[in-house]
Every structure is written in structure tokens, then in C-alpha cells.
């Protein structure tokens, strides 16, 4: 059974930093590109990050560019967001997600979300 | 950045009722579309992809079509689980990997 089970997310004062941690099992973890999309309170999902199966791709969008880093550890099957100058915005609940496909993909399992709340 | 426009962002519905959800892309993107189900406080769950695949386990009064710019999610007989907010999302590889806004079905 597949499953996602991010950790990490807490409350940290503007400026601070935090990483986020998404441990899988169930599937062979290097085969698969991995994603983590946020979702602030109230609001739609936003796609934040992605990285290939072997780390030698990751993508960003601008809203987070320059101050957060994706990253994967294939031996513990482990995805990362290294969070920097967090800001009221990134408040959100992030989920981190599989990528299934080759052409046509999609995210087919999703962990439950770990929430990171940016405040003084 | 390709944007994701869905309508409409909220409707109203009853039991057995046929539902209809657009998706425009701000351009071309073939089929590269999937569609999201969320309920409240539950993480999302894939119902279509590439357009009009139905994803294993989601049963068939869920369907997609389209191709381009503009696509339908179209649930036959709605029904008390499907009362949710549905999320289109493109996968043409441009990134973003934009989602579009939402739309939230409630009881009618």
C-alpha cells in the first residue's frame, strides 16, 4: 500500500525557515518524480515544487523560487522542502504528492498534509 | 505560465442531478488535463487524467472530455459522496503545473 506522510510543518515567526519532510513506502521511491502543492487556508491548491526520480530535475514556482529547495533522499525514500524567508503567504497546509505517467501525469497519492503557519 | 480558468466556481445540485464543470487553458494543451476531487479536510484524490481516463476505482457517472483549451467534468447522477470541490489541473509539462480554482458542489 502507497503511502505519503509528510512532517515538519509548524508555526515559525516571518523571515525563519523550516523543512518539511514526506516519508513514502509502498512503492520503488526512485522511479517516481515527486511534488508538493499547498493549499492556504480557505483556498485552492497551488503547485509549489517538483523533482525528478533521480534529483537531476526540480522546478519551482516563482512564488517560491530563490528561497525554497526540493531535494530526496532515494535511500530513505524521502522527499524534502527546505523552507527559507518564509513569509504570511507561504501559510498554508503542504501535501506532498506522487507523480504517475510518463506522458500523460497526474498525481495519483497524496499524503495528509503537514501545516506551516508563518506569524509573530 | 499556462493559466486555469473552471466554471463555475460554485453550484448547487441535488441528488441524482447531471453535473457539468468547464476548464479553459490559456492555451493549447492537448490533453494533458486532470481533474481532482477534494472533500473538507481530506487531501485530494485524482478522478480523471489525460482528459478522459477514468482513474482505477472511481466509479463511471464520472467522465471528462476535451482537448485543446476547453474541457468538461461531467458526473451523471451525482450522488451524496460526490458533494466536494473539484479541481481541474494541466500536466503539458509547461510548468507551472497549474490547478485552476475550484469549483464547490454543495447540496442544493
Known amino acids: 500500500e502507497v503511502q505519503l506522510l509528510e512532517s515538519g510543518g509548524a508555526l515559525v515567526q516571518p523571515g525563519g525557515s523550516l523543512r518539511l519532510s514526506c516519508a513514502a513506502s509502498g512503492f520503488t521511491f526512485i522511479n517516481y518524480a515527486m511534488t508538493w502543492v499547498r493549499q492556504a487556508p480557505g483556498k485552492g491548491l497551488e503547485w509549489v515544487s517538483s523533482i525528478s526520480g533521480s534529483a537531476t530535475g526540480t522546478y519551482y514556482a516563482d512564488s517560491v523560487k530563490g528561497r525554497f529547495a526540493i531535494s530526496r533522499d532515494n535511500s530513505k525514500s524521502t522527499l524534502y522542502l527546505q523552507m527559507n524567508s518564509l513569509r504570511g503567504e507561504d501559510t498554508a497546509l503542504y501535501y506532498c504528492a506522487k507523480e504517475e505517467g510518463q506522458l500523460w501525469t497526474y498525481f495519483d497519492y497524496w499524503g495528509q498534509g503537514t501545516l506551516v503557519t508563518v506569524s509573530s | 505560465d499556462i493559466q486555469m480558468t473552471q466554471s463555475p466556481s460554485s453550484l448547487s445540485a441535488s441528488v441524482g442531478d447531471r453535473v457539468t464543470i468547464t476548464c479553459r487553458a490559456s492555451q493549447s494543451i492537448s490533453t494533458y488535463l486532470n481533474w481532482y476531487q477534494q472533500t473538507p479536510g481530506k487531501a485530494p484524490k485524482v478522478v480523471i487524467y489525460a482528459a478522459s481516463t477514468l482513474q482505477s476505482g472511481v466509479p463511471s457517472r464520472f467522465s471528462g472530455s476535451g482537448s485543446g483549451t476547453d474541457f468538461t467534468l461531467t458526473i451523471s447522477s451525482l450522488q451524496p459522496e460526490d458533494f466536494a470541490t473539484y479541481y481541474c489541473?494541466?500536466?503539458?509539462?509547461?510548468?507551472?503545473?497549474?490547478f485552476g480554482g475550484g469549483t464547490k458542489v454543495d447540496i442544493k
Open positions: 489541473q494541466q500536466s503539458s509539462g509547461v510548468r507551472p503545473l497549474t
